[in-house]
Structure formats: C-alpha cells, structure tokens
C-alpha cells in the first residue's frame, strides 16, 4: 500500500511542487525529502514562481523582470548601465588655472587639512599677528594680560566703578526724559540702548553764490599777496583772517592841530592814552545856487519825503528824472525760434532766400558746352574739362597770350605791338579812332570819347 506522500509524489511533477506542498509532504510520513528534493534542486520555493519559465538557462538567476526596487526596466532604469571615466583634478599655478576632475585621496594623519588650490591636501597657515599679548586695563590700572594663541583659559576680574552725574568736565550717568523746550531737545534711546538727539530740522536753501559787496556768499583762499593787498587765510579752527605785516613806528608829526576857519580849536599827540575833546563851532552854509551867471556852492535841496531810486539832482537844483532812461523789455524769441534772426522790425524771423535770376549755370570750354548745373539742386555736378594745357606763351599779333613784365610805372601803357610806351599830345582835338605811333603826353584838360588806340 503506497504512503501518502507517495501517493502525491506520483501525481505531481517534481519541479512544479510548491514549497507548502512539500511541507505537507514530509510532515506526513518518515522519508527523507530533504535529501530526495534539494539534492536534485527541484524544489525553488513556495508561489507559482516557476524554474521553467524565470530561469529557462538554469543558472539560478532570474532571467528578465519588469521592475528593480519599484522602477520600471528601460524607462526608469536604463536597458545598459556604461562605467564613466573621470579626469584627474589639476591644481593651478601663479600662471596657469587649474582643470575639474577626481580629487587625490588624502592620506592618513590628513584628517585635519583642507584640498588647496594647487591640488595638495594641507593645513591653512595661520596669520601673523604683531601684538601677540593683549592687556585689559580699567581706569589706567593693568588689571591681567592674555596671548592669542594661549592654550589654557584666563579669567581677569574688573572691579565694579561707581558713576556720577555727568559734568562738562567729567563722565558720568545721565538720565533721559528731558521734554522740549524752545530749541532744547531731549537725548533718547534707541532699541539698541544708543543716545541719541532728533531735531526737527527744517531744510532750507544752502547752496550759496560767490560774495559780493551787497551780499552774503562764498570766497576762495589762496590768493597771491600783491603790493598792499594780502589774502584771507584759515587758521586752524577755520576762522578767517589777514595778515599784514604791520611795522611799528613812531610818527614824525606827533602833534596833530585842529582848525577851523583857520583857527586853532586844539590838538592831540597820535601816541597820547588819555581822551581829547576838540570843540568846534557851528558852521553856516549858504543855499546852493543853479548853474548860471549866479552859480554858487551850497547846501543843496532835500529830495522828496517819498522814497524813491529815479531822481537826480540836476544843475538847475531841481530833483529830477533824467529823460530816455525807460526801457521797453527786450521780446526774448518763443520757442521753436533757435534758429530765427532778430529783424528790424523787432520780431524773430528766418530770413528769406535770395532771388536767383539765373539758376543754370552751364560751363563752355573753348566753345564747346561741358556741362550745367543748378543752384539749387540738392546733388553733386561733376563737369570734366578736356583741355588740360594751362601753360601761355607771350602775347603776340597773331596769338594771345601772357602781357609782358610790367615797367612799374604809372606813364606807360601797353602799345598793340606788345610794349608799355607813353602818350602825349598838346592843343587840338582828337576824335573818331585815332593811332598815334609815338609817345603822347597829355597836359591839362583830357576829353576821351572811346577812339584812342
């Protein structure tokens, strides 16, 4: 009678039995399935997972799948995974710059160094410090010393200070919550605990013009001392002053006399310390007088209790306008007018074009037209002339030409045989085309109707 895992033996075939069959198999009788099924490797595991169908090469590794670790084959993950090659890092020099690559591996002990510029793995130097100890003092009292590089920990007590009021003359504590008053305004505190003062500053004008006699401005120092005229210079506070070298000396008319109408009313010495009243009696003047027979020195006329900038005193002693001093305002042009011209009629104009009576102008060489341009048009004219013999012979009966060197005279003339003669001739009348073959001399009176030859 065959046992039962006998029985499911027979039935089934050996490579598709599950791994819960062959548990129930072996379970229920005494024969060694484990020598029987994985000796032969039949057995793959539990599942419907078949050799023949994942592992149709029989190596023992699944053949194809759709996903590795939840990624779709040859959409996630690529059908073909290639090595890449990577260049070695090349540290740069002072004159060359260096390349990307792999880095060199930092060997043992180099735990604390950093990949420098020229590729090499070391330790930043330190820098260099001048005051190598450092002294706490409080109140111009040494109260400890520290080295920068000092290992070890230093503890410098600082006594406690007791501050008073602050003076004008001392440091001390103030208070704060002053209210305004007039253009006294109260310090504050920032967030930060800093003092400070808001001032209700109102912007004015501060842009200033070079000074003159009439008004405020500004001046330039550094000018050139020039006879008797010294400059204005700063001194350290930036307050202006002028130095004149000045020589002390003791005058030669030390007594000074006051007269009046040619009466000593008294004197005083230049170097006296003490006060000297001079009196002198009224004076009276008389009235001034017009220009005229009866001109005369005087007081003049007071102007008028109305204030005014017109009037002038004029000779006849009248306070008065000087005539034609009124000016109309010169019309400035509007815009638009740059390039107008003031007329004589006072208005802003472009003036007109002339009138061109003849706007062709042609060009004849020899007689023969060579071209003609307008003066008006807008285009380049060129106009060749064929001749180009610029070189004259002298003038002669049958050829013109070049006038003889002149005699630099005024009594010669140039003569129809090509030589500067003169012309004289006394009494009678000469008229209609007249030739003369010698030299004529005109005296006196000269009457010439256009026939002389």
Do not use: C, H
Not at 189 to 194: A, D, K, N, P, T
Not at 199 to 218: E, F, H, K, R
Not at 341 to 352: E, F, K, N, V
């Amino acid at each position: 009678m065959p046992t039962k895992t006998e029985t499911l033996l027979s039935s089934l075939k050996i490579n598709k039995l599950t791994r819960s069959q062959f548990l129930t198999a072996k379970a229920a009788d005494e024969v060694d399935l484990d020598n029987e099924f994985y000796m032969t490797g039949e057995v793959l595991g539990e599942g419907d997972m078949l050799k023949e169908v994942y592992d149709k090469d029989g190596d023992g590794i699944v053949d194809n799948a759709e996903k590795v670790n939840g990624l779709t084959v040859l959409t996630a993950v690529p059908a073909k995974f290639t090595d890449t090659t990577y260049a070695v890092f090349k540290g740069a020099t002072s004159s060359t710059g260096g390349g990307a690559g792999l880095v060199p591996a930092p060997s043992s002990n180099q735990q604390n160094t950093f990949l420098r510029g020229d590729g090499k793995w070391a330790s930043p130097s330190q820098p260099t410090v001048n005051n190598s100890t450092i002294t706490i003092t409080q109140n111009g009292i040494s109260k400890g010393a520290f080295g920068l590089n000092q290992s070890n920990g230093l503890t410098i007590p600082l006594t406690d200070t007791t501050y008073s009021q602050a003076t004008s003359t001392t440091l001390g504590l103030v208070k704060v919550g002053y209210e305004a008053s007039d253009k006294n305004y109260p310090v504050s505190l920032s967030s930060e605990g800093r003092a400070f003062v808001k001032v209700p500053w109102t912007d004015t004008n501060t842009t200033y013009s070079q000074a003159t006699s009439g008004a405020l401005g500004l001046i330039k120092i550094g000018y050139t001392e020039s006879g008797k005229n010294y400059p204005v210079e700063l001194n350290s506070s930036g307050q202006a002053f002028v130095s004149v070298p000045w020589t002390d000396s003791v005058a030669n008319n030390p007594a000074i006399t006051i007269t009046q109408n040619g009466t000593s009313k008294g004197s005083f010495t230049l170097n006296q310390t003490s006060a000297k009243t001079i009196a002198l009696t009224d004076t009276t003047y008389s009235t001034f007088v017009k220009s005229g027979t009866g001109a005369k020195a005087g007081l003049v006329p007071a102007p008028s209790t109305t204030a005014g900038t017109t009037k002038y005193l004029r000779e006849d002693g009248t306070w008065t306008a000087p005539p034609n001093t009124t000016y109309a305002n010169f019309k400035a042009p509007a815009a638009g007018k740059q390039t107008s011209y003031l007329r004589g009629d006072g208005t802003w104009a472009i003036p007109s074009q002339p009138t061109v009576n003849n706007a062709t102008i042609t060009v004849k060489q020899a007689g023969a037209v060579k071209g003609s341009f307008t003066l008006n048009q807008s285009g380049a004219a060129t106009i060749e002339l064929t001749d180009n013999n610029t070189t004259y012979s002298a003038v002669s009966t049958s050829a013109a030409g070049l006038a003889p060197k002149l005699p630099g005279n005024t009594t010669t003339f140039l003569r129809g045989d090509g030589t500067w003669s003169s012309t004289s001739f006394s009494g009678g009348t000469v008229s209609g085309a007249t030739t003369f073959s010698s030299n004529v001399t005109v005296n006196g009176e000269f009457n010439y109707d256009g026939g002389l030859y």
